[in-house]
């Protein structure tokens, strides 16, 4: 087995290494630190957790210190690019702790934050720069920062970058980098316009490739409900009040949804929280901490400002709408089951969600094991109760949604942000009701009487794409 100091890292860094626990590298690590350490440029195909973070940051930061060298006024030596603010965070973190022995600096720039300290931070000149593309764009266009000192440039999940509009402001920073620098470029997966911009930003890389293993879904313990859309949050409040469920996230295609499933729970007398792109930086930090902490239970989140959030132990993934893509299930689902443990994945199918379940299950060549709920009285009285503590949304289908995963959502502009009022109500929305589980082999099967998904309550669901014309501070900030 590879050690760490098998790879030819300086001392100071095992030290952090060894500070933190870590002996051995993660196979991403063993393949990609050599590669790096050499100066090639890198291809890496792995999503987080596969310890794909260190994998670059460790290297970066050995080069850096070994030819130690100021970084420019307002420029940077090396420069990590990610497509949300708790991911931006937590690379830098990575960065601080592998680098606790070396001396070198660290900054974040992501925007929902004040700009001046940031400009405080850049106007001596920074190791290390970890930023969104957006708020890098407004300094770039301020002059408070510049690119001409970059000599490693980092990509991070740039898939998701595709999936919120920042190919083109990436494009734009790339233009503005020195030409003689390294480039490590690393995806979840490999659509083809991140192909193609691999493509154009790599210079001949190495190749590393980390897939979602199957073992981690195979050690997932996967099930599907099938239950009418109103009746979810109910069922939700239900399972989650077994006491099996210690901590667990739950997706919501938007961000709406994520704060009334969060809004019903707390109503309910489960401890919950929603993080997505409409919270304020300190209202996403509180909730990730708390559930860090495990004073909340439920982490109500959507597909993007759930990716890249570093928690373990959590025992249960609920799918509480499905994914508009399959690999959306599979990032979702290996949320739980990391670091060699089990965990179980509960995924809720109302009747217009089926043609998503059978892509799911065709791309993932398995078949999930199903449960009907749907015809619950129990359940029905509580939805009643439900729609009063927080109102239902207005329903649009899925299949009409963009059909990258929840892009629509994350993308709306603050015109469309939730109503403040809502309806806080003391009710408990306790369910009851039998457990009318009937076993079905495959999924897909349409038994059921169409349910109509009767909802226009709150408006303004629909996509519009991002604004074009808005202002400098404004622009490619859905999440950052
Ligand atoms: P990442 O894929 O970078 O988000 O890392 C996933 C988690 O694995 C983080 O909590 C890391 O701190 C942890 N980690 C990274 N490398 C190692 C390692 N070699 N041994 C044990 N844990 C690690």
Known sequence: MTQFSDLGLAKPLLKALADKGYTQPTPIQAQAIPTVLSGRDLLGIAQTGTGKTAAFALPILHRLAE??????????????????????????????????????????????????????ALAAGVDVVVATPGRLMDHLGEKSAHLNGVEIFVLDEADQMLDLGFVVPIRKIASQLPKERQNLFFSATMPSEIGKLAGELLKNPAQVSITPQATTVERIDQSLIFIEAQRKRPLLAELLADRAVERAIVFTRTKRGADRVAKYLVASGIESASIHGDKTQGQRERALAAFKAGQVKALIATDIAAR??????????????????????????????????????????????RPLLKDIQKATRQTIPTFDRRNDKGLAAAAAVAD???????????????????????????????NKGGGQGQGHGKPGGQQNRGRNGGGGQGNGQAQAQGQARSGGGDFRGPKRAAAPSERWNPID
């Open 67 to 120: 030819d130690r060298r100021p970084a420019p006024r307002r420029g940077f030596r090396c420069l990590v690019l990610s497509p949300t603010r708790e991911l931006a965070t937590q690379i830098a973190d990575n960065f601080k702790a592998y680098g606790a022995h070396l001396g070198l600096t660290v900054a974040t720039i992501f925007g929902g934050v004040k700009y001046g300290p940031q400009m405080k």
């Open 308 to 353: 890249g959030i570093d928690v373990n132990d959590i025992s249960h993934v609920f799918n509480y709408e499905l994914p508009n893509v399959p690999e959306a299930y599979v990032h979702r689902i290996g949320r739980t089951a990391r670091k060699g443990k089990d965990g179980i994945a509960i995924s809720f199918c109302a009747d217009d969600e």
């Open 388 to 418: 009063k503590l927080a109102p239902p949304e207005k329903y649009v289908d899925p299949r009409r949604a963009d059909p990258r995963n929840n892009v629509p959502s994350e993308l709306r502009r603050q015109r469309n942000r939730p």
